[in-house]
């Protein structure tokens, strides 16, 4: 990708706070894109600022293969392509093993791996013949869990092998593969999860979105298989 201009980018989870950040990053460069969400409405001033230029798909609902390959298509058909595909779609749960709920486990590998999963697989004949670009968001707990993230470790484990498979099957063909692991990102939610905190320590959505945007651009196209933690001052 020798510039961000009119290239094809497909954000999931491209309503949320981090989702948003790197969405007007991302049109900042120049980029055609499409804003996938499983919200069933995208935020109104969102929305105001995005749809006439580039396509929003609410209510995608990213755990059903079927799901992800439709909304793939309907960008293709839209922008005669696909060059590059964020993954920011995911949640957040924690609870002890103890005291959890054994279906969590499964809830954070849905929302977390096969989402992603679901949309490398569906995008992946459309990045081949352009040489694409993949960046999936992670998270530094990937590395270890502590206490109560076990669930949401795994799965984010599950998105960084995800990300180092695609890679290694791909490099070949030009494409790159790789994984941003944030901290804590200091997001209206979790300042609200934990009022006391330090945030002038954790990392902004902004900071995560422009290394999304250095991983996507041409200055990127060394970088593949790689799992980069961007944990601002943690």
């Known amino acids: 990708m020798l510039t961000m201009q009119d ?3 497909i954000v999931t989870g491209a309503f949320g706070a981090l989702g948003q950040a790197v969405v007007r990053t991302l049109a900042g460069q120049g980029t055609r894109l499409a804003l996938l969400d499983a919200s069933p409405v995208a935020p109104a001033e969102f929305a105001q600022a995005f749809e006439a230029s580039h ?6 609902d990213l755990s059903r293969f079927d799901a ?8 293709a058909e839209r922008f005669g392509g696909v060059d590059a595909l964020v993954n920011i779609a995911g949640g957040f749960s924690w609870e002890t093993i103890a005291d959890g709920d054994p279906a969590t486990w499964d809830r954070m ?12 697989k569906a995008a992946l004949p459309h990045l081949l013949e352009r040489a694409g670009r993949v960046v999936n968001i992670g998270a530094g707990a990937a590395g270890k869990a502590a206490a109560g993230m076990g669930a949401y470790a795994a799965s984010k484990a599950g998105v960084l092998r995800l990300t180092e498979a695609l890679s290694d099957e791909t490099k070949d063909r030009g494409m790159t593969v790789n994984a941003i692991l944030p901290g804590i990102i200091d997001t209206p939610a979790n300042r609200k999860d934990m009022p006391d905190a330090d945030t002038s320590r954790w990392v902004t959505p902004q900071a ?9 651009s041409d200055a990127g196209r060394a970088v593949t298989g790689v799992g980069l933690p961007v944990t601002g001052r943690l």
């Open 7 to 9: 290239k094809v980018v």
């Open 109 to 120: 590998h849905t929302i977390n791996l096969k989402t992603a999963l679901h949309a490398c």
């Open 208 to 216: 995560i979105a422009e290394v999304v945007g250095f991983l996507l």
């Open 55 to 60: 396509l929003l798909l609410p209510g995608t």
């Open 68 to 75: 992800a390959r439709a909304a793939v298509a309907r960008v």
